[in-house]
């Protein structure tokens, strides 16, 4: 199969499921040196064979979640027939289920999301969070469950992320005194923004490692501490106006701080 596997994963629904099985299998013997090509939607026999020819050629593996009996047996047996390794991901599972419980599965593709609501507001709210990242749109503002305020390098990024995986829609606005904050953070409900405070000491690190990542001296004005003194001093003017809550980030891991805001979030 060479140095970089590829795996295909079949599925009568989106195939989500099976690829982050397939992904923690693959994490134990590289370092994410493989390729994985989804096939969704499975629903005859016709779409099977085709993709086990493609696996064949491709010397690859299959990984597969189909709930349909016939169409699970099938995969099996035209798999060991031409020698290629398939994977049932949930087929043993179910068989185990329905042993125990005593009653036969409902069949249905798909019922993990259909019935997981949480689900659809967790994508709703990852993509809400990068559709208004970085203040490109203060349109996301009113719209915006959580408003993340700091200057650059406090975490906002991971910060919408990590808060948008716990269903909570954020938008956040970057801090630079030459531009004016959108007039939106002034005219949203002040309970809804979080100032993210930060020590110059600890900004200055940041922002060196961040410049030599870049392959940039350590000398240039983004890490200069008189500069970073005056993005703080105008982050302070800014959130006294707004009269929001303030974290500081400075020693704390995103999960820290998100559990922070959370809590200020609630009360």
Known sequence: MGTK???FVLSDSVGETA???????????????YQIQRIPYVE??????DALL?????????????????????????ADKINIEAIDIMGPMMDAMERVFGKSPRLEAG????????????????????????????RGISRADIILIGVSRT???????????KRLKVANVPIVPEVDPPEELYEVDPNKCIGLRITPEKLND????????????????????????????????????????????????VEETANSIMRLIRK
Do not use: W
């Open 5 to 7: 596997p590829l795996v």
């Open 206 to 253: 940041i922002r060196k490692e961040r410049l030599k990542a870049l392959g940039l001296g350590d000398q240039a004005t983004y890490a200069n501490m008189d500069r970073i003194h005056q993005e703080l001093h105008y982050f302070d003017k800014v959130v006294n106006k707004i009269g929001c809550k303030v974290v500081d980030v400075s020693n704390k891991a």
């Open 155 to 165: 975490s906002k990024t991971p910060l919408s992320q990590y808060l948008a995986h």
């Open 111 to 138: 019922l993990v999301h259909k019935l997981d609501d949480d689900y659809f507001k967790r994508v709703e709210a990852i993509e809400f969070a990068v559709k208004y990242d970085d203040g490109r749109d203060p």
């Open 44 to 49: 005859d026999k016709k779409t099977i064979d």
């Open 19 to 33: 690829e982050l099985v397939i992904k923690a299998g693959l994490s134990q013997f590289n370092n994410g040196q």
């Open 54 to 78: 493609l696996a064949k050629e491709k010397q690859g593996i299959i990984g597969f979640t189909l709930v349909d009996p016939i169409l699970r047996q099938y995969l099996n047996n035209e």
